[in-house]
C-alpha cells in the first residue's frame, strides 16, 4: 500500500493572509455588545491562540459571567460585526506569494493541504472569502473551537487523517504558538515571520526552517521532498 501524502496544516492569520486588525476589532465590538462596555481584549495574547481561548481570557479578566448561550451569541455577534469590518476596502489581503505557493502545491499534488486555525468556522470563512483564498482548497479545515488547545488542533489533524504519521505533517504558521502545537506533537514545521514574532524567535522556539515570507516556494518543497524520502 502507498504511503500517504505529507500533510500540510497553514495557520491562517499572519500566515495566509492579514486583515489589518479587523478581527480584534470585531470581537471587541462584539464582546461589548454581549456584555457592555466592561468587557474589553486588553491583555489578551492574539498570536496562535485560538478565539474560545481569547473569549476566556477577557471573561476571566473582568469577572464576565461566559455560558453556553452567552457564547452563542458571541459568535454571532462576532460574524455580524467582522462582516461590516471586512467590507472595508482591502482590509483583508492575502499575504505576500501564497497565491502562487497554493497554486504550485496544488498543481504538484505532492502534499495534502489542510488549514489549521485559532478562528471559529464562520469568522475563519469570513477572512478566507475576504482576502480572495477558497477555503475549498484546504482539506482537512481544522477551526479553533474543534480542542480546547492548539496542540490538540493538530491531534485533531491526524485522527481525521488515518495512516498520517505525525513526521509527514509540516505546520506553517507565524508564531512560536504554531512551532510549539506543531514540535508537542512531533511534527515538522516551517515557520513564516509575516507575523509578529521575529525570525529569531521563531528558529529559537524551534522551527525546522524560517522564512521571511512565502514568495520562494522551495524551502516548503524541500520539507515536503524530506518527508517523502525513504
Known amino acids: ?55 476566556q481570557q477577557a471573561a476571566s479578566s473582568f469577572n464576565l459571567e461566559l455560558d453556553e448561550h452567552r457564547h452563542r451569541h458571541f459568535r454571532s455577534t462576532y460574524s455580524a460585526e467582522l462582516s461590516l469590518e471586512l467590507a472595508q476596502a482591502e482590509s483583508a ?43 475549498g482548497w484546504f482539506s482537512p479545515r481544522i477551526w479553533g473551537d474543534a480542542a480546547p488547545t492548539r496542540p490538540g488542533l493538530v491531534e485533531r489533524a491526524l485522527r481525521l487523517q488515518p495512516g498520517v504519521l505525525p513526521e509527514a505533517v509540516i505546520v506553517v504558521g507565524d508564531t512560536t504558538r504554531d512551532v510549539e502545537c506543531a514540535k508537542v506533537n512531533g511534527c515538522r514545521v516551517l515557520a513564516v515571520a509575516t507575523g509578529t514574532n521575529s525570525r529569531r524567535e521563531l528558529a529559537l522556539a524551534g522551527a525546522d526552517v524560517v522564512v521571511d515570507d512565502l514568495k520562494d516556494p522551495t524551502p516548503l518543497f524541500s520539507l515536503i521532498d524530506g518527508v517523502r524520502a525513504p
Do not use: H
Open 1 to 55: 500500500m502507498a504511503r500517504p501524502l505529507p500533510l500540510l496544516l497553514f495557520d491562517l492569520d499572519g500566515t495566509l493572509l492579514r486583515t489589518s486588525g479587523a478581527g480584534a476589532r470585531a470581537m471587541e465590538r462584539a464582546g461589548k455588545l454581549v456584555w457592555g462596555e466592561q468587557f474589553s481584549l486588553a491583555g489578551v495574547n492574539f498570536g496562535g491562540s485560538l478565539d474560545p481561548v481569547i473569549l
Open 93 to 135: 489581503q492575502a499575504l505576500p506569494g501564497v497565491f502562487e505557493l497554493l497554486a504550485r502545491l496544488r498543481e504538484a499534488a505532492c502534499a495534502t493541504i489542510g488549514l489549521l486555525t485559532g478562528n471559529y468556522e464562520e469568522t475563519g470563512r469570513q477572512k478566507l472569502a475576504a482576502a480572495g483564498l477558497d477555503a
